[in-house]
Each structure stands twice: as C-alpha cells, then as structure tokens.
C-alpha cells in the first residue's frame, strides 16, 4: 500500500512521514519494488521528517537517479539513525560514496548498509567512513557511522 501510495504521490502532496502528529519510527519497505521515483519522493520527505529512525529499503529497484536527493535529505535529517540500501544492484560504487561523503554533517545516521561493490570501492568508501568520524569527533558527536555490504 505504501508503495502504491508513494508511486502516485506528487511532491505537492502531503505525506505521512511529514505530518506534525506522525510518530513513525520504523518504516520497512524491503522488496517492495520501489522505484527509483518513488525514493526520490520518499527521500524529499524525509529532508522534513522529524521522528523517523530506521528506514529499511534494500531488495529494490532503486538506481543512481536517487543521488541528489539522498543525499540532501542524509544531510538535513536530524534523526535517522539506520539506513539500509543493500541489495539495490542499480546503485553504483560512486552513489555509495556520495551517500558517506553527505554523512560529514549528519550527527545521527550510525549504521548504514550500502549495496556490494568491488573491494577497491569498498575501499574507497572505509577511507571516507574515517574521514566522516573524525568530523564527527572533532565536532564532540559521540555517534560513529558504520557501514555494512
């Protein structure tokens, strides 16, 4: 239903994730068949959301077309604290590091599973995993991100 809802829904509608009296804390849309258009929507939402703290969307057929907006919602969320976008095969090595380098202002993501890339990416993205805590650390957040294939 959700999904349904989110494929039809236009960024001028509102959304429940958005409503000042929502108290969803879990939103499970695991093989779901979302698409990327509905994450894009779902990620403008979540730029404004104030209660959600997991959002679980691996197993979709969510692509790179997501990147612009995820990461300015990671950016401006101010409580989710996991994200998991494994087992989303469409979403490139690049993507994944842009999603970590956006994490060098969010105090509250902790826990994030990205979708599987070549060991060298994965590399690339456990470098910037360091570089995001020692920001975090050095602004006195006590939250460290980890990341998860």
Known sequence: LITRLLERTSSSTPCMLTHPTTSLLVLDMRYTN????AAIYLFTTLQHNKTLKELYLNGNSITDEVRDTMTTALQRNCCLEQLDMNYNP???ADTSQAIVRALQDNNTLSLLWLPDCPEGDQENIKSLQIIVND??????????LVIKF
Do not use: A, D, P, V
């Not at 979302?34 to 258009?37: G, K, Q």
């Not at 650390?137 to 460290?144: E, L, P, T």
């Open 135 to 144: 920001n975090r650390k050095s602004r006195g957040c006590q939250m460290k």
């Open 90 to 92: 469409m979403i490139s």
């Open 34 to 37: 979302l698409s990327s258009r």
